[in-house]
């Protein structure tokens, strides 16, 4: 039975059943065939239950403001605490075993799609001023939409490029260390000015 949704207790489409001129269980089947629609699915999803909880930290006063974007080039995230605009990027754990060298942890990528020239080698990696805060979405190893936060600045740095972020960087599997298991943590680092 095709998925049907309500609003106030009338049926109604969702406005990609409109835009597309079809049903919500065709665009579902259409993304269960295609791993890359189902990877931006995942991505997309991960920003959506993370926009949720800002916008629960929004409503009860730990944050002013929430902005979520959806622009290449741009942090998916800005949030006002303090008058202060700090930029928030999510991605999701790596779905792949990390190397044996991490132990348990797990891995994230933060790699752009296109190469550029620093120093003269190379680079597909982040600066680390790229944005102030990595939400680092659990589903892909966990299989529920939970998330670690870190500050960017304590992430770990390229050798020999100290202005720019190793691509593959480790995860614990749970808060540790500078991993945080909550954004109110890691604003409080943030505001306090602490460093471990």
Avoid at 99 to 105: A, T, V
Wanted: with cysteine; hydrophobic share 35%.
């Amino acid at each position: 039975m095709p998925p049907t949704f309500t609003d106030d207790g009338q049926t109604v489409q969702h406005p990609l059943e409109l835009k597309f001129n079809t049903s919500a269980w065709e665009i579902l089947c259409a993304i269960e065939q295609g791993f890359r629609a189902q990877g931006d699915v995942k991505g997309k999803l991960a920003e959506w239950f993370l926009y949720k909880q800002l916008v629960e930290l929004k409503d009860s006063g730990v944050i002013e403001d929430v902005i979520w974007y959806d622009k290449d080039g741009r942090p998916d995230f800005d949030i006002v605490i303090g008058g202060r605009t700090l930029r928030l990027e999510c991605k999701n754990a790596r779905s792949k075993k990390a190397p044996k060298k991490l132990g348990e942890s797990f891995e994230v990528e933060l790699q752009k799609t296109r190469n550029q020239l620093v120093g003269g080698k190379k680079l597909r990696g982040y600066r680390v001023d790229s944005w102030d805060i990595l939400a680092v979405c659990l589903f892909n190893k966990t299989g529920t939409w939970t998330y670690l936060f870190v500050e960017t600045a304590r992430l770990e740095r390229l050798e020999g490029f100290p202005d720019y972020l190793v691509v593959m960087q480790p995860v614990p599997p749970s808060p540790r260390g500078v991993w945080k298991g909550t954004l109110a943590e890691v604003l409080n680092e943030l505001s306090d000015g602490a460093t471990e």
